[in-house]
């Protein structure tokens, strides 16, 4: 990934993304408002942070990047493997005059969800992150992105492979076109799981799970979120070669990022993907 930083602001960008066609970032902590524990720049508004505060740090985080927050989409994450196909209806004004799903408060935000997918341009995707993997796909045959968080439960529920297939269903991508990546998230050095994440993999992933869990005995191991995600990809067709991973770790940048795991009460990080227009 490479850095971008605008007006005091740091957001990483995707390096195989095409930037002409998709504007894909995952912020940093860096540039906001907020006070301690969640210093700075936190745009999570489910962590008890001033939600003033946490308005003022989106609103400067899309100023920045010349994103409309005002047609943002977000969505409340519950780990597990929904997709939510985002319409012309979801983004009409409403009777407030507003056009968002969750940008400014969690009234209208997209209810049960994981992962959404859009062929609207100009429509900002967000998902919040402190740990978990943000996953962006574009077909650049049909113009349309998705855009998953990836925590472990989403991660053995393959989260990823089911966006693959709502895009193929609901736009006709084909897997083999898909540019895919990976963000940053805790690092498979440093993701320690009991006995229960350890048998959801292994049910998730079967003959692959060997390649994504690292025993450590005491019926612990490491899971590297990674490349189970990676493996979820290909095994839906997405060739490996076209699938960035950026392997960043949250947990081992704190100056930098948001983690759970270190942290416990922390801010979040937003990982947005929106489509640009494309010249005819």
């Given at each position: 990934?490479?850095?971008d930083?605008?007006?005091g602001?740091?957001?990483l960008?995707?390096?195989?993304?095409?930037a002409?066609?998709?504007?894909?970032?995952?912020?940093?902590?860096?540039?906001?408002?907020s006070?301690?524990?969640?210093?700075?720049?936190?745009?999570?508004?489910?962590?008890?942070?001033?939600?003033a505060?946490?308005?003022?740090?989106?609103?400067?985080?899309?100023?920045?990047y010349?994103?409309?927050?005002?047609?943002?989409?977000?969505?409340?994450?519950i780990?597990r493997?929904?997709?939510?196909?985002?319409?012309a209806?979801?983004?009409?004004?409403?009777?407030?005059?507003?056009?968002?799903r969750?940008g400014f408060?969690?009234?209208?935000?997209?209810a049960?969800?994981?992962?959404?997918?859009?062929n609207?341009?100009?429509?900002?995707?967000?998902?919040?992150l402190?740990?978990?993997?943000?996953?962006?796909?574009?077909?650049?045959?049909?113009h349309?992105?998705?855009?998953?968080h990836?925590g472990?439960?989403?991660?053995?529920?393959r989260?990823?492979?089911?966006?693959?297939?709502?895009?193929?269903g609901?736009?006709?991508?084909?897997?083999?076109?898909?540019a895919?990546?990976?963000?940053?998230?805790?690092?498979?050095?440093?993701?320690?799981?009991?006995?229960?994440?350890?048998d959801?993999?292994?049910?998730?992933?079967?003959?692959?799970?060997?390649?994504?869990?690292?025993?450590?005995?005491?019926?612990?191991?490491?899971?590297?979120?990674?490349?189970a995600?990676?493996?979820?990809?290909?095994r839906?067709?997405?060739?490996r070669?076209?699938?960035?991973?950026?392997?960043?770790?949250?947990?081992?940048?704190?100056?930098?990022?948001?983690?759970?795991?270190?942290?416990?009460?922390?801010?979040?990080?937003?990982?947005?993907?929106?489509?640009?227009?494309?010249?005819?």
């Amino acid at each position: 990934m490479r850095v971008d930083e605008r007006g005091g602001l740091v957001s990483l960008r995707f390096e195989t993304l095409p930037a002409a066609r998709v504007d894909a970032l995952v912020s940093t902590r860096t540039g906001g408002v907020s006070g301690v524990p969640y210093g700075s720049l936190n745009v999570g508004l489910r962590v008890d942070d001033d939600p003033a505060a946490v308005l003022e740090n989106r609103r400067r985080l899309f100023a920045a990047y010349d994103l409309p927050l005002e047609r943002s989409i977000w969505c409340k994450q519950i780990h597990r493997d929904d997709v939510a196909v985002i319409e012309a209806r979801d983004v009409a004004e409403r009777e407030d005059g507003r056009r968002d799903r969750g940008g400014f408060d969690e009234d209208t935000i997209v209810a049960d969800t994981d992962a959404l997918v859009t062929n609207l341009v100009g429509i900002p995707l967000c998902v919040t992150l402190a740990d978990c993997v943000p996953v962006v796909l574009y077909d650049p045959e049909h113009h349309a992105i998705g855009l998953a968080h990836a925590g472990w439960g989403g991660t053995v529920a393959r989260i990823s492979s089911r966006t693959v297939e709502v895009m193929r269903g609901r736009y006709g991508t084909e897997p083999s076109s898909l540019a895919a990546a990976i963000g940053p998230s805790i690092s498979p050095a440093r993701y320690e799981v009991g006995g229960d994440v350890i048998d959801a993999a292994r049910t998730g992933y079967g003959e692959d799970a060997d390649k994504i869990l690292r025993p450590l005995g005491d019926g612990k191991a490491l899971f590297d979120l990674w490349e189970a995600n990676a493996l979820d990809l290909v095994r839906a067709g997405v060739p490996r070669e076209q699938i960035e991973i950026s392997s960043m770790s949250t947990i081992d940048d704190l100056d930098r990022f948001y983690s759970h795991r270190a942290e416990q009460v922390t801010g979040r990080l937003a990982g947005i993907a929106m489509l640009r227009p494309v010249a005819p």
